[in-house]
């Protein structure tokens, strides 16, 4: 065999790519071969398969060359043949080619599982990887299994060893001007298929299955770890979406509603007049505050009497419950009122700008709107979000970074405002002082406010300043809850003889709870947060005790307040008549559906799970109930996924 076109210090590059692109064909041939019948394969399909296969493959060999392809070229020539070079070929090559092996082995036992290439499902695995690791685990023999692929990426390094690839690489004389070449080429083809070649160009086929073998599984894991979701209508139980939509607008219609678009859409307007009041509102959304870290609602260690104080003096929800276990989650629902879809937040997703979101009720009624933030709002994608979606930021990032294109305002709370910091932000008193700052200046200019507000105190390593509270900083958890709790004191002190308290609601309310492993797979117990409603004039002291949802809150409150407004929202007035006491909550990949006792979990591959759930207890016992409320749990997710997907929840 000639091997000329070989002889440059590129050798190992494309030698790599070759066998890559060889092992992902072999790959792509097993699962035809197992799922040929399901896949209705005719010569055509076969053929767009294999095509489409190829493009991905090249693009992931690219992907996972273009590092080594750099380092070539800047790699002097007189280091070329040393020992330093030759220990950093092979040892990048070994591990490289082990990733290969694992993904490859990987992709062959998640196809056996959900008939797919990697998803988000994969990513989310990669987050309980302390589970994923005990279940493979037990499912397979680990030490044999891991041996396995050692030893074939021994074989394979001893074969590129034999056929000369390394030496062909160390002994050539490449000059710069052709390896600037070959790296422009390598890094302008990932450049082109980072920006052209999405993953659902191989989505062209009715068949889900062709579709699937089309694509590459490391292509999909890095697109589905982009995209932050996982499509329902691939993984999840559906029905017709004319039903879908019949049911969501029975649920929804209420005796002040009118739909005001055709299927498929739950635009509506409400009319809850005459307005009763239009008050500044302020929310404070408390970083992972469970609803029992407060007497109220059972703890015995007196870690919040401020807010305990508060909660006979507001609207309390006494049973209202988050619909996710992160930050980002519990935004969407605050912001969105809609139920969580498979995957990530919206808040993280593309295609999140211009979106019917509380602020634009607020926004048609003329209000100024502000997301501010102790951290660095780049993180998990909350400026992009919230900027893309009308609200100016106040965050304590230092710099404007990528996809700050929104056509919004974002300034920085200074250094000389800030007295405690730890990795996650400033502390929640200096997050306050930052929020009544912008408070005094809108109020001199003449306008309504209204502020979503993100703490960061009470999270790890629970750290805040000293001599505030009895409880050293850094202790643990306890001592985190008791600070927030005092930090929202000293705000109440802060701004009750202000001009503009007299007209402004607080709304106290947490993102998620503190944790949310329990003993069940969707554990109910541990989605229970507080919410409270302070300052709203005429509904002090009322006690909501019906089950509701984070996004019940703001048309409760947009009642509460007599205000007419559009809708887009999947939550509704808690204090209805008409109201039935339901949740919706789900991790990465299980969607629950509460409605009253009865419980609904979907899950991948159409799973449907029913039980009657005993909150005394918190157990969750097997039942079956009428299909109409398994179909009420699948109108919510899917009629949700279906109008992000689609643009159905743009302004």
Known sequence: MNYKFLHNRYSILFAFILLFTLLSFVTRTSLIIFSASAAALKPVAILRIYLQGFVF???????????????????????????LNRIIAFAGFFLIMFIVIFSFFAEFSFWQEFESRFNFIAVDYLIYTYEVINNIN?????????GGMLLIVLLITWLFIKKKVFKLSFTSSTSFLSRLLITGCVLGIAAFYLFFIKNDWAEKSANRYQNELSKAGIYSFFAAYRNNEISYAQFYKLNGNTEVFNTLREELTEDSTS?????????????????????????ITIESFSADFMKTFGNTQNLTPFLDSLAGNSV????????????VRGMEALSLAIPPTPGSSIVRRPNNNNLFTIGTVFKKAGYERTFVYGGDGYFDNMNQYFGSNGFNIIDRGRNIMPGDDFKTTRSTIKDSLVHFENAWGIC?????????????????GGKLFYDFVMTTSNHKPYTYPAAKIDLPSGSGREGAVKYTDYAIQQLFKKIKDKPWFKNTVIILIADHCAN??????VDISKYHIPCMIVNLPGAQNTKIEKMCSQIDLYPTLFKLMGWDYESNFFGKDVMAASYRPAIVLGTYQKLAFLRNDSLVILGPQQAVQTFIYNKTTNQQLPASFPAYIVNEAIALYQGAWYLYKYGGLKE
């Open 57 to 83: 493959d090249i693009g992931v060999a690219i992907f996972l060359s273009a590092l080594y392809s750099v380092y070539l070229l800047f790699l002097p020539q007189k280091w070329n043949n040393t020992r």
């Open 516 to 521: 949310s492993a329990g003993k069940n797979e």
């Open 259 to 283: 739909f005001t678009q055709l299927q498929p859409s739950i635009r509506r307007t409400i009319n809850n007049g005459p307005v009763k009041t239009k008050p500044n509102v302020i929310m």
């Open 138 to 146: 037990e499912s397979y023999p680990l030490p044999l299994l891991i």
């Open 428 to 444: 929640d008193e200096d997050l306050y002082d930052a929020v009544i700052k912008d408070a005094d200046e809108k109020y001199a």
């Open 316 to 327: 309390l929800f006494t049973n209202l419950y988050a619909t996710g276990t992160r930050t």
